[in-house]
């Protein structure tokens, strides 16, 4: 019984260093798409797209932030559980907004990978819940490779606030 322990907080060190990061960086940078204009087509200039999304970041990194981190792998999957919806809500914000014309592409590639992270942000609290250390590890690789590049396009996109280094 011990070893379970034992690799319990190996876990959830592991956690702690990697997914919950992670998680919390792919939050911020889903509200890093938004923008806003003046213009009757509803599309955003480069400068309101970067204020609209510092913004949404802000709104969503404190929401996060304002969630009590899990002191043990059982409290993972509860964490995950009131992660997700945030995260789900910051896309479907972001996704309403129509972001300068040269950068809609791009944009839009930055929702798709943070999308990624919701999966792999469900599998990590399936695989705390089950203990699974090696679930563990390949959902905090998905969850930081989808982080990585949804931070490289917003911070191309001058998006800097809504990157996870910020």
């Known amino acids: ?20 990061p992670a998680v919390v960086a792919v939050a911020v940078a889903l509200a890093s798409g938004c923008g806003g204009d003046s213009g009757g087509d509803g599309q955003l200039s480069t400068e309101e797209f970067r204020q609209q999304a510092n ?19 059982e409290e993972i999957g509860s964490y995950v559980d009131q992660v997700v919806p ?5 896309i479907s914000e972001l996704r309403a907004l129509r972001a300068p014309a ?12 943070t999308e990624k992270a919701i999966p792999a942000a469900q599998q ?8 699974d250390a090696a679930a563990v590890q390949r959902a905090l690789k998905t969850g930081q490779q ?14 800097t606030g809504c990157a996870s280094s910020e």
């Open 146 to 159: 989808a982080d990585a590049a949804s931070d490289k396009i917003a911070t191309d996109l001058g998006l």
């Open 102 to 113: 040269e950068s809609q592409d791009d944009f839009n590639r930055m929702l798709d990978e």
């Open 1 to 20: 019984m011990r070893g379970a322990a034992a690799c319990g907080d190996a876990t959830l060190r592991r956690l702690r260093a990697g997914l919950i």
């Open 55 to 73: 913004a949404i970041c802000a709104k969503y990194n404190e929401k996060i932030k304002a969630l009590e981190s899990p002191s043990s792998p």
């Open 124 to 131: 990590l609290g399936e695989a705390a819940a089950n203990n």
């Open 86 to 90: 945030l995260m789900q809500k910051g």
